[in-house]
């Protein structure tokens, strides 16, 4: 059980272009999603936390006009990078999380993402 | 500003010892402790969750809390190559649904 996948695993883009990256939890409903980034070598970074239905709530320094964040069900939340740029190549990950009393978050496989 | 500690390693064990891991937090309201492990290139799995004092045991893995020492720990007993990663330790925020993520412990475990 628990299960959450992440789509696409990996995508090329050039710069200027958008891409849509989409989270869904397979066995569960999450109440809340997360978007974390994480680069080479480094600690996951919190990008945003997101609510079905709701507006995202973005992390301090995290432009929430470049990173749009749409929860459109309680299994579906989608990041879209908007004008991507060669610094915004990373590893991009979801989780899904069941809501109180249980706080545990649940991965996604991840994306990888490269803006040439 | 909430923090937790991790000693970044690498913790070096031979196969079939057991692994100590270790984490402090600065948040005395947190409530919900998560061990994750993480492979290189990939991304973090659920372990390990402990809500009371104490320890919780499932398999090889058990976790200890001590809340009065602001400590969590991950025991792992009979290590293998396999549990050769990243260990995260994660604190769940009083009255938040947040989790704030250590760096991380990597373990390598020798044949």
């Known amino acids: 059980g628990a299960v959450v996948s992440q789509h696409p695993s990996w995508v090329i883009c050039k710069s200027g272009t958008s891409v849509k990256i989409e989270c869904r939890s397979l066995d569960f409903q999450a109440t809340t999603m997360f978007w974390y980034r994480q680069f080479p070598k480094q600690s996951l970074m919190l990008m945003a936390t997101?609510?079905?239905?709701?507006?995202?709530?973005?992390e301090q320094g995290v432009e929430k006009d470049k990173f749009l964040i749409n929860h459109a069900s309680l299994t579906l939340s989608t990041l879209t990078v908007t004008s991507a740029h060669p610094e915004d190549s990373s590893f991009y990950i979801c989780s899904a999380q069941p809501g109180p009393p249980l706080y545990e978050q649940y991965f996604g496989p991840g994306t990888r993402l490269t803006v040439t | 500003q909430k923090e937790v500690e991790q000693n970044s390693g690498p913790l070096s064990v031979p196969e079939g010892a057991i692994a100590s891991l270790n984490c402090t937090y600065s948040?005395?309201?947190?409530?919900?402790f998560f061990w994750y492990r993480q492979y290189s290139g990939k991304s973090p799995e659920l372990i390990m969750s402990?809500?009371?004092?104490g320890d919780k045991e499932d398999g090889r893995f058990t976790a200890q809390l001590n809340k009065a020492s602001q400590y969590v720990s991950l025991l792992i007993r009979d290590s293998q190559p396999s549990d050769s990663a990243t260990y995260l330790c994660a604190v769940e925020g009083g009255g938040g649904n947040k989790l704030t993520f250590g760096t991380g412990t990597q373990l390598k475990v020798e044949l």
């Open positions: 948040d005395r309201g947190s409530q919900s």
């Open positions: 997101s609510n079905e239905g709701s507006k995202a709530t973005y």
């Open positions: 402990i809500y009371s004092n």
